[in-house]
């Protein structure tokens, strides 16, 4: 630590060039893990937020929303079977809708309108306004989000290319949905909508998109057996299975894997060409008497300082960046996950130079004997 | 028994097909509070001695007895910490550490054994005032003169109070004047302290501050009367 410290007081901008490499490396880690949360939080919020341990699809729908309807009854029925404490039925269409008060604009919105039971766990707390009602079928809490598009209390919302008109009576918090906000109503007025068409139903009895269950020990496979054309899956291959999740997902742990990587091999390059420079230093103390452990322990405990600090830096231009990104940026940061990223990285670097540092035993003594520089 | 003893001592390297015989035979005893000088003609043998007194290099065969420890049977981590406590080194040039001042640069050698207590610091600063730079104790190396940081060695090679002292041409890249200064230091932290110090030179005029003088031709070390 003294050596390491003295060096990189003595050469300020050397050390500061490479504190500044890894800080931008750290905040691009961070800026990519935000975007990444931002974006599963648009892709399945909704999704996240429901509080079920197992749910209900079609058979052979592989969790995907666009591929499942299933009979509504089966929820009435599981209910207390199985190990099933609660049922509650979800579904869910994408709509296009108007704001009634103030369609002169002609603004149309995108939408997920997810139907649900009145009073069930899937239904969220509304922040604002008044939760659904069985008896007001065509009241709706809606997220946020359109607030700011220009929807209040009480506005009529328009279901384009149907006749089906809309009440808002609360607002929720974070309810997205397959990118989209997410409208909550009452499930037969969603069921009246989506199955307008005849035959649409595919011949199900009071026809829902998924079941979520609750309960601490559910027998899936039970499940699986007894009723037609239903599957069982846990809660993260439901995630899983939201339109475009995976493939996001995939994509940014993807890009934040390359980068640890080239954090790692950054370091290690650093500090490899900086031992080739001291190997004339290190022969001399290593004739004096230094062992190779100390040597290593100045080297691996500098780039442990110096990617700590420069970390930090990183996560405190996060954070200043974040302030000026726009409001509708799918951006979310994590505290638990950048302290996460921050300390994978650390991590990271070290390995990198304790590769780089195993050099050091390489180093001969004896270039320090005899010898004029 | 304390300090140096080396007893029939040969190296041989290997060059491919031929092998170079740098050391044949060589015996060599110094007492505690002994100087002696290794001086000969370039090539022969006289920091392969050295490296091999000063555990850095293992002899073909023979004998070397530090202070009663015979370090041909040591191993190679054991020599770093026995270079560490029981050799000090002067180099050549004073290869010193150049982002450690001159006070730093002794300290660096005892923190290499452990913690640095107020008593090392004040070892560290009387000897370097003794070398007559107790002005410089703040100065890095590149604000120093040649003599100066060769003096820094000097102070360096006796902070861990070692009773050998190993210096190999110290005055190579010095002016006369500051070479006598320096050999003239050397000579007497050797006698203020008890040491037993050996050192290569090319400059026969180093050669009066010395106790007995050796010359090495091929190899072969005969004592100079
Ligand atoms: N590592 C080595 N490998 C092969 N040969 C070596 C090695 N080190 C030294 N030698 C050979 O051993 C002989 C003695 O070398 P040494 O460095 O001891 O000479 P020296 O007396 O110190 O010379 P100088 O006065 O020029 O420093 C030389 O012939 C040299 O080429
Ligand atoms: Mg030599």
Redo the contacts between chains.
């Keep these: 630590m ?2 390491a410290i ?2 990189m ?3 300020k901008t050397r050390f500061a060039m490479i504190g500044a490499i890894i800080m931008l490396i750290a905040w691009l880690v961070f800026i990519l893990s935000g975007l990444g949360n931002g974006l599963s939080t648009l892709a399945a919020a909704t999704m996240k937020n429901i509080d079920g341990d197992l749910f209900v699809y079609e058979e052979g729908s592989e969790a995907a929303m666009m591929k499942t309807k299933v009979a509504g009854t089966v929820a009435d029925d599981v209910e207390g079977q199985y190990g099933v404490d609660n049922a509650a039925k979800f579904g869910q269409s994408t709509i296009i809708v108007q704001n009634e008060v103030v369609s002169d604009s002609k603004e149309k919105n995108d939408v997920t309108f997810a139907g649900i039971e009145p009073g069930k766990f899937i239904e969220p707390e509304v922040v604002e306004g008044k939760q659904l009602d069985a008896n007001d079928p065509f009241g709706v809490i809606i997220d946020e989000s359109l607030h700011e598009k220009g929807y209040e209390l009480g506005d009529t919302i328009v279901v384009t290319s149907s006749d089906l008109k809309l009440e808002v009576v609360g607002f929720t918090k974070g309810e997205t949905f397959n990118h989209l906000p997410t409208i909550f109503g009452n499930l037969e007025t969603w069921q009246s909508y989506a199955f307008a068409a005849p035959g649409s139903d595919n011949g199900l009895e009071n026809p829902v998109t998924m079941i979520a269950l609750q309960g601490d020990s559910i027998d899936g496979e039970q499940i699986n057996a007894n009723y037609d054309g239903v599957e069982t899956f846990t809660k993260s291959e439901a995630v899983m299975g939201m339109p475009g999740y995976k493939e996001e997902s995939a994509t940014i742990y993807m890009m934040l894997a390359f980068l640890f990587v080239i954090s790692a091999v950054i370091i290690a390059v650093f500090f490899y060409v900086f031992i080739l420079q001291k190997t ?2 290190f022969g ?9 452990r ?1 040597i290593k322990n100045s080297i691996i405990s500098q780039v442990f300082v110096l990617s700590l600090v420069s970390i930090i830096a990183g996560i405190a231009l996060t954070y200043l960046t974040a302030l000026v990104f726009p409001a509708g940026m799918p951006f979310s940061l994590d505290f638990k996950m950048v302290l996460i990223y921050g300390v994978v990285l650390l991590i990271v670097s070290v390995l990198g130079s304790v590769i780089s540092a195993r050099q050091v035993t390489k180093i001969d ?2 270039t ?6 | 028994m304390t300090g140096l003893a080396l007893k029939n001592v040969t190296k041989s390297f290997k060059e491919g097909d031929s092998t170079v015989d740098a050391l044949k035979n060589v015996s060599l005893t110094v007492e505690p509070g002994d100087f002696i000088a290794i001086i000969g003609p370039s090539g022969s043998g006289k920091s392969t001695l050295l490296s091999i007194a000063g555990a850095l290099l293992q002899p073909s065969s023979g004998e070397v007895l530090v202070n009663g420890t015979n370090i041909g049977e040591m191993k190679e981590t054991d020599l770093s910490s026995f270079r560490l406590t029981d050799i000090g080194f002067i180099l050549q040039t004073a290869n010193l550490i150049p982002y450690l001042n001159a006070l730093d640069q002794l300290l660096l050698v005892r923190r290499m054994k452990g913690k640095v207590t107020s008593k090392d610091m004040e070892f560290a600063r009387t000897l370097l005032n003794d070398l007559g730079l107790g002005q410089k104790l703040g100065k890095f190396p590149n604000e120093l003169s040649g003599g100066e940081r060769q003096r820094v060695a000097i102070a360096r090679a006796f902070v861990n109070n070692s009773n050998i002292i190993l210096a190999d041409e110290p005055t190579a890249s010095l002016d006369s004047n500051r070479a006598f200064e320096v050999v003239k230091q050397i000579r007497k932290e050797v006698k203020d302290r008890n040491k037993a110090a050996v050192m290569v030179t090319h400059d026969e005029r180093m050669l009066e501050f010395c106790d007995k003088v050796y010359r090495m031709e091929d190899g072969v070390l005969t004592l100079q009367a």
Excluded: N, Y
Aim: charged fraction near 25%; hydrophobic fraction near 45%; charge should be positive.
């Design positions: 003294f050596l003295k060096e007081k003595h050469s004339q230093q001399v103390m290593k004739a004096i008497g230094a062992s190779d100390f003594p004896l320090a004997i005899g010898r004029v520089e």
